[in-house]
């Protein structure tokens, strides 16, 4: 007769972070419920349906701070993505030019993600972001054009998502 041995969860190699798989990110988004439609007072994303978007706001939209400028104006970053190495060294203007350019493509469809700052250090640049999925396409990114190796950390207690790539 065979023994059956429960199946353990393995990790799968792959280019996802499974940390990103969870459905709650934000615990500010998530703690408030928002009347719709909304406008935020520092940069103009509009609320409704749901989410936010950069369209028109109705004349009788509620004024408030959105949960990305709420980050940035409380130094609260959802991710850091680091970028070391030889190559980012000698490519740091490339190597930005990218990480902007996917900013503005996320940006552009999702408002609340956005890059809050670039800080160089040493021989390190370290890319803060309102939303772990902006660290995430950023990383990506970087992979498909440069390879490199990723070290992904995140802090369940902090809710913060570091990642490390290195060429």
């Given at each position: 007769?065979?023994?059956v041995h429960p199946s353990s969860p393995s990790f799968q190699p792959g280019r996802h972070l499974e940390v990103l798989d969870e459905p709650v990110h934000d615990?500010?988004?998530?703690?408030e419920r928002i009347a719709s439609p909304a406008v935020c007072t520092e940069c103009g994303a509009v609320y409704g349906d749901g989410h936010w978007s950069w369209t028109s706001p109705p004349s009788h939209a509620l004024q408030m701070r959105?949960?990305?400028?709420r980050r940035i104006a409380e130094g609260r970053p959802a991710a850091h993505v680091t970028i070391s190495g030889q190559f980012a060294q000698e490519h740091a203007d490339e190597v930005m030019q990218l990480v902007r350019d996917v900013e503005h493509r996320e940006k552009t469809a999702h408002a609340l993600r956005?890059?809050?700052?670039i800080e160089p250090s040493g021989d390190e640049i370290e890319v803060s972001t309102t939303d772990v999925r902006l660290a995430h396409d950023i990383c990506n990114?970087?992979?498909?054009?440069?390879?490199?190796k990723l070290n992904v950390d995140y802090d369940e207690g902090e809710r913060l998502l570091r990642v490390k790539w290195v060429t």
């Amino acid at each position: 007769m065979k023994s059956v041995h429960p199946s353990s969860p393995s990790f799968q190699p792959g280019r996802h972070l499974e940390v990103l798989d969870e459905p709650v990110h934000d615990a500010q988004r998530d703690a408030e419920r928002i009347a719709s439609p909304a406008v935020c007072t520092e940069c103009g994303a509009v609320y409704g349906d749901g989410h936010w978007s950069w369209t028109s706001p109705p004349s009788h939209a509620l004024q408030m701070r959105c949960p990305a400028c709420r980050r940035i104006a409380e130094g609260r970053p959802a991710a850091h993505v680091t970028i070391s190495g030889q190559f980012a060294q000698e490519h740091a203007d490339e190597v930005m030019q990218l990480v902007r350019d996917v900013e503005h493509r996320e940006k552009t469809a999702h408002a609340l993600r956005r890059i809050m700052a670039i800080e160089p250090s040493g021989d390190e640049i370290e890319v803060s972001t309102t939303d772990v999925r902006l660290a995430h396409d950023i990383c990506n990114a970087l992979q498909d054009a440069y390879d490199g190796k990723l070290n992904v950390d995140y802090d369940e207690g902090e809710r913060l998502l570091r990642v490390k790539w290195v060429t």
